[in-house]
């Protein structure tokens, strides 16, 4: 099956997370990590669950599911292993025209979940289309290997230098042949080796003077990846 890849935008968006297990804490903590308020719905909650259960983002509603609890959802994930409650979630969230995921059955999902490596605003998604998740986090490891942590701190750069440019008032066309020079540039591997000296020179010469971290109000602090 040929799936359409997007990346969504939860910002502020409820979701009904339908189970109480680490599986549903998994998709909770991701959920909340997009920055999306969280209906829960469980009859009891595992110890990582509970955890997230405090968080203000997270609506928990400890009792049987019930068709109102889609009431006002974006997104539905059904994390249970009751298959007759996994037919049931799915087939209120089609009948509503809601896009839902039930953990593990592909043929009750309009919607699967990828494989995914963040690293601050790179999002890199692998899918085998549900032919074989195992083979789905093995590229996953593989892309954690090559897309370091310095990915983070990289792109909060080259957004920093972006912006600075287009600051400058000229077209977009004569821009764009300084940001493709940014890109193949050795800027990433020196945000890499946290070389703050390196990193001023190899902007200099792509954008001149007046472009450096310092310029920028950059500290030694901002080359550190997020944990």
Do not use: H
């Amino acid at each position: 099956m040929s799936y359409y890849p997007a990346l969504l935008d939860l910002a502020g968006r409820l979701t009904a997370v339908i189970g109480g297990g680490r599986v549903a804490a998994r998709k909770v903590a991701s959920l909340l990590e997009a920055g999306a308020r969280v209906r829960l719905v469980a009859l009891r909650l595992a110890g990582e669950t509970e955890k997230l259960a405090g968080n203000p983002a997270v609506e928990l509603l400890l009792r049987e599911f019930q068709p109102s609890d889609l009431d006002g959802a974006r997104l539905v994930i059904c994390a249970t292993d009751n298959e007759d409650l996994n037919r049931r979630v799915a087939a209120e969230a089609e009948k509503r025209g809601l896009f839902v995921n039930v953990v593990d059955v592909p043929r009750l999902c309009s919607f699967i979940v990828p494989a995914v490596v963040r690293r601050g605003e790179l999002t890199l998604a692998a899918s085998t289309g549900g032919a074989s998740p195992a083979a789905a986090r093995r590229l996953r490891e593989r892309l954690q290997e090559e897309f370091g942590p310095a990915w983070g701190p990289y792109l909060k750069l080259m957004r920093a230098l972006r912006e600075r440019v287009t600051a400058l008032g000229r077209p977009a066309e004569e821009n764009r042949p300084y940001f493709f020079a940014l890109a193949d540039s050795e800027l990433y591997a020196k945000v890499a080796a946290k070389d703050a000296a390196a990193i001023d020179r190899v902007i200099a010469g792509v954008l001149g003077p007046g472009f450096g971290l310092a310029e920028l109000g950059w500290s030694a602090a901002d080359l550190e990846a997020e944990p």
